[in-house]
């Protein structure tokens, strides 16, 4: 079946340090590959996404790129800052008919001042 | 104008009783879902609605009965609570066919005692 696997958090950084979070996927076939974000007592919100291999997805600063080859979908940052602690999350679709998004288990980012 | 909108926000109740959570979208989406987020995060497909067809139903208790009266609504009655139904639900909802532009509702918090 799919799956998601992302590191283990919390992870906790000071401000402007660079951000990793690893995800790496089981899947048949070309899955699209997200990131979404979780903010204290909020809903998800799409971070970013990539629909096919070596695509990039960007958005306010955040980078991931689609990783055929390792099957990876790394989410990066340069500079942290404190409004981005919230939990992030990987997640895979496989296209039309498959009805639902796979997750990873989250990974919580606290960046300190 | 709420795209995702699930009521209650916050849902407190003791064992035994039966609730029900409301989801609406004004997106003119198809599908729609309902997911619990547990305590440590981790978010898992429970239901799909296509058309206002159950499409997935991922070994889910048959105390949760959803209920699709039309495309816009996806609502989740839970009979006999148990003190392991205390999570968050999210509902959301796609154009599958489209692709994955999921949107998220903001969570009902359910608790339990």
């Known amino acids: 079946g799919n799956s998601v696997t992302q590191m283990e958090g919390p992870v906790t950084l000071s401000e402007e340090a660079f951000l990793t979070i690893n995800c790496t996927y089981t899947a048949t076939g070309y899955p699209s590959l997200f990131w979404y974000v979780q903010y204290p007592g909020e809903g998800l919100q799409l971070l970013l996404k990539a629909t096919k291999a070596d695509d990039k997805g960007s958005n306010k600063g955040f980078e991931a790129t689609y990783r055929k080859e390792t099957t990876s979908f790394h989410l990066e940052k340069g500079s942290v800052q404190v409004s981005d602690s919230a939990v992030y999350f990987c997640?895979?679709?496989?296209?039309?008919?498959?009805?639902?998004?796979?997750f990873g288990k989250g990974t919580k980012l606290s960046v300190i001042p | 104008d709420t795209a995702v909108s699930q009521t209650p926000k916050y849902l407190v109740t003791q064992m035994g009783n039966d609730k029900s959570i409301k989801c609406e979208q004004n997106l003119g989406h198809d599908t729609m879902y309902w997911y619990k987020q547990d305590s440590k995060k981790f978010l898992k497909i429970m239901f799909s609605y296509n058309n206002k067809e159950l499409i997935i139903n991922e070994t889910v208790p048959n105390r949760f009965s959803p209920k699709s009266p039309d495309k816009a609504h996806l609502n989740l009655h839970i009979n006999s609570l148990e003190l392991g139904d205390s999570a968050v639900y999210f509902c959301?909802?796609?154009?599958?066919?489209?692709?994955?532009?999921?949107?998220f509702g903001s969570g009902t918090r359910l608790t339990v005692v």
């Open positions: 959301a909802s796609s154009q599958d066919w489209q692709g994955p532009g999921y949107t």
């Open positions: 997640a895979l679709w496989t296209g039309a008919g498959s009805y639902q998004l796979t």
